[in-house]
């Protein structure tokens, strides 16, 4: 940990001294790409998430927006406390949230939320700002239907990038070809609504509440089911969950076999991010097309 921007950094937390306390960073698993901390002191606890600026030159500028976005549509996440930088690192400062257990309650309580989410609409798919997916540019330019969204904002960028560094062979790019002709009869029509965009199990918090905190955000006007999909990607959550929400907010039928296609482009992500590890997930789905 770099001094100068702990010091820089408690004292933006406590500019005064009010507290005369000094300030515990405990290191602390969970990020893949960030350097993450609990920092307390006797009268307060605070979440801080440290990066290089060469990762993200605007800083957590993208992150800190798609937070006010999810509150904006009534969505929990934590409190922002500050977000700067400094030299050359970045910083993110949120509320501490002290986790619960995450019960059948629990999982009600989320499906009901992200229902919530879902039900706040636009009128067209995308955002008026381009964010990330990790560390990768995700565009979000407007589109007025949902497949052409998809495609030239989602797994058009990421199939380019992953032929380009080889992770990708040229009977993949005909694959993809055929598939993008194909989904305006296998994608649902909804109207666009606010989605997390990244809603796998390392993205939420279950607080003391039984509810609820969306963290790490990708978020966007998109289709629904993407949130649902991606949720199924890396274990899925409790069967309580996917019951509660298809009570309330029922999907087409079909989901489950649309599920892997939304998920091409996490997939697409992590395979530019981490290499071939995911290249047979990706060749297994799209050369169904």
């Known amino acids: 940990m770099n001094l100068k921007l702990q010091s820089h950094i408690e004292k933006e937390l406590d500019p005064i001294g009010l507290f005369n306390s000094n300030f515990i960073w405990k290191s602390i698993g969970g990020g893949s790409i960030n350097q993450v901390y609990k920092v307390f002191n006797s009268q307060q606890e605070f979440f801080i998430k440290i990066n ?10 993208e992150e800190v927006l798609g937070l006010k976005f ?3 549509n009534k969505a929990m996440v934590p409190e922002i406390i500050s977000e700067g930088i400094f030299e050359n690192y970045i910083y993110l400062v949120l509320e ?3 986790e619960g257990e995450q019960n059948n309650n629990f999982w009600k309580n989320f499906a009901l939320q992200l229902s919530e989410l879902h039900r706040h609409k636009s009128d067209s798919f995308g955002l008026k700002y381009d964010n990330f997916m990790g560390e990768l540019l995700q565009k979000n330019t407007f589109k007025d239907n949902f497949t052409d ?3 030239e904002n989602r797994l058009k960028p990421q ?15 005909i694959q993809f070809e055929n598939l993008y002709i194909q989904l305006t009869s296998i994608f649902p029509t ?8 990244d809603l796998w199990s390392g993205n939420f918090i279950a607080n003391e509440k039984e509810k609820a905190v969306f963290i790490d955000p990708a978020v966007y006007h998109g289709h629904r089911e ?3 999909a991606m949720s199924l990607l890396f274990g899925g959550f409790k069967d309580e969950f996917y019951t509660t929400y298809q009570e309330i907010y029922p999907l087409e ?12 482009y996490p997939l697409l992500v992590h395979l530019n991010l981490f290499g071939s590890t995911y290249y047979s997930s990706i060749d297994t789905i799209v050369s169904k097309f």
Request: with cysteine.
């Open 52 to 61: 290089s600026i060469t990762v993200f030159q605007n800083g957590f500028k």
């Open 70 to 72: 999810l509150k904006k």
């Open 96 to 98: 501490w949230i002290e």
């Open 149 to 151: 969204f998809f495609i």
């Open 159 to 173: 199939v380019e990038m992953a032929f380009n560094k080889g992770l990708l062979k040229a009977t993949n790019l």
């Open 190 to 197: 909804e109207n666009p609504c606010a989605i997390h965009g």
């Open 226 to 228: 993407i949130d649902l």
């Open 253 to 264: 039928k079909g989901f489950i076999k649309r599920k892997d296609i939304y998920n091409m």
